[in-house]
């Protein structure tokens, strides 16, 4: 089994920053992906970025790209994920996920067997 644990989320104005920590336990974490997505009220839930397992490759989506950036320690057993330039769309409770077999470029929820509980990212306008 694998628990991840989400913190970092809260409340920031437009054009802010906050870098969202997910932590894992109870399995090997470095060999395996892992992505963060989001769910905003009344929508789907959407992709947001993936990292190999070695963290040399990463993966986002176009809303996230040159704003957002997905990093790992597998000494620590964490994934990032740096959000700035925020804005108020980026609204969302965002996920950690863990894929034990797809590859870094999946941005597919299904493809993600592990996830974690969320962390609330609201942006004042």
């Known amino acids: 089994q694998v628990q991840l644990v989400e913190s970092g989320g809260g409340l920031v104005q437009t054009g802010g920053s906050l870098r969202l920590s997910c932590a894992a336990s109870?399995?090997?974490?470095?060999?395996?992906?892992m992505g963060w997505f989001r769910q905003a009220p009344e929508k789907e839930r959407e992709f947001v970025a993936a990292?190999?397992?070695?963290?040399?490759?990463?993966y986002y989506a176009d809303s996230a790209k040159g704003r957002f950036t997905i990093s790992r320690d597998n000494a620590k057993n964490t994934v990032y994920l740096q959000m700035n330039s925020l804005k108020p769309e980026d609204t969302a409770v965002y996920y950690c996920?863990?894929?034990?077999?797809?590859?870094?470029?999946?941005?597919?929820?299904?493809?993600?067997?592990?996830w974690g509980q969320g962390t609330q990212v609201t942006v004042s306008s």
């Open positions: 996920a863990l894929s034990s077999w797809a590859s870094y470029s999946s941005d597919v929820p299904g493809h993600y067997n592990y």
């Open positions: 990292i190999s397992w070695s963290g040399g490759r990463a």
């Open positions: 109870g399995r090997t974490f470095s060999t395996y992906t």
